[in-house]
Structures are given as C-alpha cells and as structure tokens.
C-alpha cells in the first residue's frame, strides 16, 4: 500500500510538471551578445512552426548560466547563451542542483571592438595601448603605479587628444570575461616587468591585469549593449566596448577602432587577422527535451544551414560562421546530443 502511494505521489508530480510544460514556451537565458542571434531564430521558429515564439532574455553571460543551473523543471531555462564558455564553477552548480546532462553548443565566432560616434576622431590603438588607458595599475619606469593617463593623448601623441571615457560590460558579462582574457592578458603582457610577475606568480599577474580602473574612466554600463550604443551617439568624446554584431546593427551611427591597424570587419574577424575575436556558445538542459514542446525542433533549427550557415539568415545579424567542416561536426554532435563529459577548466 506505502509502495502504491508513493507511485501515486510521482506520477501525480509528473504529470503537474508535463502541464506546466506544456502550458510555457521555450525559455532562453544569457549573454546580451548572443542575444540578437538567438532573438532572429526565435522569431523564426515562431513563425514557421506550430510553437509559439521562445522567451529570449538579455540577462548576462554569467546570471544567464547561474539561471540555468538553478535545476530541471518547468520553472527554470531551457537554454543559457554565453559569450564564453562554461566556468568549472557553473558546472559544478548545475550538477549540485541535478542539471548533469549539458549540451553544449558553439554556434560561431564574433569579435570584440572598441567603437565610437562615427561624427568623432577615429582610433588606431594596439593592446598595450587599451591596457594603459583602463588598467587599475600600470608600469611606470618599470614600477606599478596607480594609472596616471587621464587623456588618450597622455599615452601617445598618435592618439586622439581626448578624456579617456569608455562605457563597457560589467562584471556579470561574458564580453567583459572575453575583454579581460582576450585584451587585457596580452597587453600587460607587453610590459616585460609584468612578464617577469607572471614567470613569478601566474596568479598575481592575472589580477594585476584584469583589475580595471576604478576612477571614473571605465564606466559599467549594464548589460544591454544597445544602451552603449546610444550613449556613444550622445557622447562623441566617449568610446563602448561591445560584440561585432551590434557594430554591424549600428553601422550608420558608430565605427569600431583599429586594432593594431587590423579594422574590425567580418572578413578580418574570420580570417583571424583581428586579433580579438572569441566564440559564442548556448547550452542546453538535455532533460527539458522531452518535456518542454518544440525544444528539439528549436535545437535543429538554430544549427540549420538556412540558420548559422555561410548563407544564413545570422550573418546579417553579424554572427561570423563556423567553417564549413567544424560546423557538419558541430551539427552532428548537436542532432546525437552529445552532452559534456568533462568538467572545464
């Protein structure tokens, strides 16, 4: 009798969570660099299957992933995007809160830029000019020192004669994770005083060069990048820093920065020759397929070549594609639902 009562009470759960299921579209958490691209399928799916159009919500790389892991059921995400990949950490709470089976999707490339008004002076700057403009401390005659450049003109003649100003991700953001690995590393890393900490102390180093100054001159702006976008419109003094895709969304109103002379264009970013490009990811909670309606089907239209293909409907939003080979591998892995196995590092 115990044995049937209990059999009654789980079948009487599963059944209210399949209604609530049924009864909710699909839910998308994460990274607001992802997010056009995640919003153009979505509204896709929604007109051109018999599900409704999914959920897609900017909440940031990392509070996007923290969602997602809270658990498996209705009440929580279906998918999590991220502008970088999963932390150990963010596997580690998903599995204490029963999420274990993840897929893990990579769905392009997209590079980082830093941008202005297009009315305003243009930019030529390499890394180890961005690391002296924002870092907390910098090297000054082989010392660390509070940084003392408050004009980009204060680092090189060759740089506008304007107030360091630059609006960019907060801390919660994969493109702020992607700045700090993909700018700020390898421009400390010009300064052979900090090479020689880094040779020391790999730890000390990495929080050297990704502490940010805190004075005024790099501004938090949230994680809409769209909201960057119009404070540089409004201020042509100031520069953002945000994902190709919204460069290409904002061509008439702002231009991205050369990089060590390299523009950031989509032919240079998928060539490689600009230096900072990363990869965009979404994860999927393998458990959901069978529970949420249309997941599955979502899935296969995301990673359709009409989607992320060299033709696709993406690259007008800005996602730079896979390569032809990587991306038939990524599909295949995507349509066998491959989950992850190994904790990252």
Excluded at 215 to 237: C, F, M, S
């Amino acid at each position: 009798m115990k044995r049937l009562q209990t059999w009654t009470i789980w079948l009487t759960t599963m059944l209210a969570l399949s209604a609530a299921a049924e009864a909710r579209e699909i839910r998308i958490v994460g990274s607001s660099t992802v997010f056009p691209f995640s919003t153009t399928v979505a509204e896709q799916f929604g007109a051109n299957s018999r599900f409704p159009t999914p959920i897609v919500e900017a909440t940031g790389s990392g509070s996007g992933i923290k969602l997602f892991c809270e658990g498996v059921g209705p009440n929580s995400p279906d998918i999590a995007n991220s502008s970088r990949p999963m932390k150990g950490s963010e596997w580690d709470l998903c599995r204490s809160n029963g999420v274990t089976d993840i897929v893990e999707v990579v769905i392009g490339y997209d590079g980082i830029v830093l941008a202005n008004a297009k009315r305003a002076e243009a930019f030529n700057v390499t890394l180890e000019q961005i690391f002296l403009a924002l870092a907390r401390e910098v090297p000054v005659n082989g010392r660390l020192t509070p940084n003392p450049y408050q004009r980009w003109s204060d680092i090189s003649s060759d740089l506008p004669d304007l107030p360091i100003q630059v609006f960019g991700p907060p801390p919660s953001s994969g493109t702020r994770d992607a700045f700090l690995e993909l700018v700020m590393t390898p421009g400390a890393r010009k300064f052979p005083s900090l090479v020689a900490i880094e040779e020391d102390d790999a730890g000390l180093f990495t929080e050297i060069a990704h502490a940010i100054r805190e004075d005024g001159k790099w501004i938090d702006a949230g994680e809409n990048d769209g909201a960057i976008v119009q404070r540089l419109t409004k201020n042509p003094e100031a520069l953002g820093v945000f994902g190709f895709s919204f460069l290409i969304q904002n061509e008439d109103r702002i231009r991205g920065a050369l990089v060590d002379d390299i523009p950031p264009t989509f032919e240079e970013i998928a060539s490689g020759r600009y230096e900072i490009s990363r990869s965009l990811f979404f994860y999927l909670k393998k458990a959901h397929l069978g529970m949420i309606p249309g997941l599955a089907e979502f899935l296969n239209t995301f990673t359709s070549e009409k989607a992320w293909g060299d033709e696709g409907y993406l690259i007008d939003k800005g996602l730079i594609p896979l390569p032809l080979e990587t991306r038939r591998a990524a599909t295949a892995r995507v349509r066998a639902l491959e989950v992850m196995k190994d904790r990252p590092k």
